[in-house]
């Protein structure tokens, strides 16, 4: 079974910036569509952008022109390029495919506050 393990979150100020990895078990994002998704308390599990195996990018409406998702399949790792963070922002972030998902790794928290 493949696992999923997403890092990099953390508490930042609004406006700034953090990029989040999330590391396959073995390889995969070759293969698949990778998606970023979110929870922020008392909210369901968001999408919040995807890559396709071709390199197609899907992002949605709410973080369009501040996030940015890209893959190294090399390296097996997925990831999310968050810039002009807001408060809205904050949640836990996970990855998974998008399709046949895989069990949900912990996700790892981002905290946009001053």
């Known amino acids: 079974q493949v696992q999923l393990v997403e890092s990099g979150g953390g508490l930042v100020q609004p406006g700034g910036t953090l990029r989040l990895s999330c590391a396959a078990s073995?390889?995969?994002?070759?293969?698949?569509?990778m998606g970023w998704y979110r929870q922020a308390p008392g909210k369901e599990r968001e999408l919040v952008a995807t890559?396709?195996?071709?390199?197609?990018?899907y992002v949605a409406d709410s973080v369009k022109g501040r996030f940015t998702i890209s893959r190294d399949n090399a390296k097996n790792t997925v990831y999310l390029q968050m810039n002009t963070l807001k408060p809205e922002d904050t949640a836990v972030y996970y990855c998974?495919?998008?399709?046949?998902?895989?069990?949900w790794g912990q996700g790892t928290q981002v905290t946009v506050s001053s």
């Open positions: 998974n495919k998008v399709f046949q998902r895989l069990p």
């Open positions: 073995r390889s995969i994002f070759g293969i698949t569509v």
């Open positions: 890559i396709s195996s071709g390199g197609s990018i």
